[in-house]
């Protein structure tokens, strides 16, 4: 019973066995590989956009960083929600790499049109003292668990553009989101309005993992050494090619997305049936809930394995609902779903 994380689960075996596959005899370096021209084309290919620049990196964190770093200078600040992952969970790596600071948008994990604006508005307005307006940063899935949909982005990069400003999508939950949205990747992004985006693997199924692709190819050049100043330039780069070709071999992206969408859909139902509260509405493969102490007490000696959120285990009221998070991947099995009901 397993819900700690999407990156907590195994590597699924088709990765597996294109490494195994890819382990022959010997290739360029440096992302130089056959393979690499090959993830190259099919993403170009996959998100409609023949003259995207894309890159491989092992990290989110990294791709996120190298990302916002090629979109913005040192003396800007970029624009995220209070939740972003680049702002709570990367130890200051898109600062590190930027050298631009981050400014929060007030509100929940999606921003609103208007608050974005409003927060753009208040800076630059200090001349030469204070930081110059840089990248918009949108999470999909966001760190909630919530799916921004088409005509939100659409909003959101409208107000970036009425600044001139570049955004960027953190899509390390790329996949999900887009099977939940029944939408193509290129409406999701450059048809919306985004200029940049971090394309997950490693949450659905690779071992590590992540494209950065940007639709203005003059971002390039500047991006590939970044990427080799930052030691994120993999020299036996056919290993990454691989794990990419791999997700995208027989819509194995799209499979796991939607599996681990369905998976989370179940657990939803279920802990809905138990009469648990959910914080976030659960819309891709993330479950904010709270339910008793007691059940929690449960169900952690059971052996069931997930976050709780801000809240502490022990305590003296056992009828106090605490809040938690549960993720599914695609491999958690409905039988480890099931268990996990029974013990509510
Ligand atoms: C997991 C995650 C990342 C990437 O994290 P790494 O641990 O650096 O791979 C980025 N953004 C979001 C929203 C995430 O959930």
Redesign the pocket.
Known sequence: MYFA?D?SGPVHPQVLAKLTEANQGYQMAYGADTLMNEVRDRLRSIFEAPGAAVYLVA??????SLALATLSNPWETIFCSPV???HE??CNAPEFYSGAKLTLVPGTDKMTPAALRRTISLEETRGVHGPQRGPVSI?Q???RGSVYSLEEIQALCAVAKEYDLPVHL?G??FTNALVALGCSPAEMTWKAGVDAV?F?G??NGLM?V?AVIFFDESKAWEFELRRKRGAHLFSKHRYLSAQMAAYLDDDLWLTSARQANANCARLAEGLRGKGADFLHEPQANMIFASFPRAKHRQLHKAGAVYHLWGAQLEGADEAEPLPCRLVCDWSISHEQIDQFLSHL
């Open positions: 994380s990156n990290t989110g964190t990294a791709a996120n972003a992952h680049i969970d990367e999470t899935v966001t760190e953190d390390a939950r971090s997950g490693t949450k590590g992540e």
